[in-house]
C-alpha cells in the first residue's frame, strides 16, 4: 500500500512539471515494491525530460520485462534518436505503429529520419500517414514540404507550406522555403512577399538573404542581388553559399577580380568545392589567365563537374 500511496504521489508532482520530485517518488515506491512496473515507465518519462536518455532507456527495459506498450516502445525510440542509433530508433518508431497505428508522432519521426538519410520518397510516406492520422499539426506539413522541395516538386510543397502557415507556422524558415519554391516556379510576387516577411520575422536567418538573392538574379538585377547577399554575409561572413552566389552576381555584373575574390575564399574555406572551381575557371577565364582557368575547370571536372566542349577544346594541350 506504501509503494501506491508513493507512486501516486509521484504522478501529481510530474503532472505539476515537477520532475526531481516525482523522480524521488517512483525511486521510493520501487525501493519498496520492484515489481510495480508502471513506476518504471513513468521514472524513464521523467528521464527523458531531463534528457538523460541512457537512465531513460533502463528504464524502459524493466517495464517491457513485463509490459510492451507501443508509448513505451516509442519513447525507447525518441531515446535512440537523441543518442544518434538512427537504425535503432526507426526500427522502435516502425514498431510502435505496428502495436498501435494511430500513433502519429511515431510515423512522424520515422519520416524525420528518413528524411535526414535522404529517403524522401519513404518520408513523404510517413509524413502523410501521420497526417492522415492527425491533419492539425503544421510540423507534419512542413516537413513533408521539404520533403517535396528537396525532390524538385515545388508545387506540392507550396501547398504543403501554406497549410502548414494556416495552421500557424509563422516561422521565417518556413516563409524562405515558400519564397524558394515561388521563385522555382517563376512566381516572383509571391517570391517577393514571403522572403520580405521571412526577413522581417527574422532578419538573421541567413538563408533567407541567399533566397533574397536568387529572386534578383531571376530578375536579372545583379546589382541587388550582391546587396542582399552581403547582407547576409555581416551575418555569416564564412557562408559558401552566400560567398558562391555573391561571385556569380559579380561575374555577371563584369565585376571579375570581386568574383575573384569571393571564389578564391570559398575555396579556402573548402578545397573540394567543385562549383566554386567552376565558377572561378569562368572567372580566370574572362581575366585571360587561360592556365588558371583551365586547371580549376580540371578539378571542377574531377569533382563532378560536366565540361562544355568548348572548354575541354580550349584547354586542349
Known amino acids: 500500500m506504501l509503494s501506491f500511496n508513493m507512486y501516486n504521489t509521484g504522478v501529481s508532482y510530474l503532472k505539476n512539471n515537477n520532475i526531481d520530485s516525482a523522480l524521488y517518488c517512483f525511486s521510493k515506491s520501487l525501493a519498496i515494491n520492484p515489481e510495480l512496473s508502471k513506476a518504471y515507465y513513468n521514472s524513464a518519462y521523467c528521464y527523458y525530460i531531463l534528457r538523460d536518455y541512457d537512465n531513460c ?6 517495464f517491457m520485462k513485463n509490459n510492451i506498450t507501443a508509448d513505451c516502445v516509442y519513447l525507447r525510440g525518441r531515446c535512440n534518436h537523441h543518442l544518434g542509433n538512427l537504425e535503432t530508433a526507426l526500427a522502435d518508431y516502425y514498431n510502435a505503429t505496428i502495436i498501435d497505428g494511430n500513433m502519429d508522432m511515431a510515423y512522424y519521426y520515422c519520416g524525420v529520419i528518413n528524411f535526414e538519410s535522404g529517403d524522401y520518397a519513404k518520408a513523404i510516406s510517413n509524413f502523410s500517414k501521420a497526417l492522415n492520422i492527425n491533419g492539425k499539426k503544421y510540423v507534419y506539413y512542413y516537413n513533408r514540404g ?3 522541395k528537396r525532390i524538385g516538386e515545388y508545387e506540392l510543397a507550396i501547398n504543403d507550406f501554406i497549410k502548414a502557415l494556416s495552421l500557424g507556422d509563422n516561422s521565417s524558415q518556413l516563409k524562405n522555403n515558400l519564397a524558394f519554391c515561388y521563385m522555382k516556379t517563376r512566381n516572383v510576387r509571391n517570391a517577393v512577399k514571403n522572403v520580405n516577411e521571412a526577413l522581417g520575422t527574422d532578419s538573421a536567418f541567413v538563408e533567407t538573404y541567399n533566397t533574397n538573392g536568387l529572386v534578383s538574379y531571376l530578375m536579372r538585377n545583379m546589382k541587388q542581388m550582391v546587396i ?3 547582407d547576409g554575409l555581416a551575418h555569416r561572413p564564412n557562408d559558401i553559399v552566400l560567398l558562391n ?3 556569380v552576381a559579380y561575374f555577371e555584373l563584369g565585376n571579375y577580380e570581386s568574383a575573384l575574390a569571393d571564389f578564391d575564399k570559398v575555396l579556402r574555406l573548402n578545397p573540394d568545392d567543385a562549383e566554386a572551381y567552376f565558377n572561378r575557371g569562368n572567372t580566370k577565364m574572362m581575366l585571360r589567365d587561360v592556365y588558371g582557368a ?3 575547370w580540371h578539378q571542377a ?5 560536366e565540361l562544355q566542349e568548348w572548354i575541354i577544346e580550349e584547354c586542349e594541350p
Open 228 to 230: 542582399q547577399l552581403t
Open 245 to 247: 552566389n555573391r561571385g
Open 57 to 62: 532507456l533502463r528504464n524502459i527495459d524493466m
Open 294 to 296: 583551365c586547371s580549376d
Open 146 to 148: 521539404c520533403c517535396y
Open 301 to 305: 571536372q574531377s569533382r563532378g563537374i
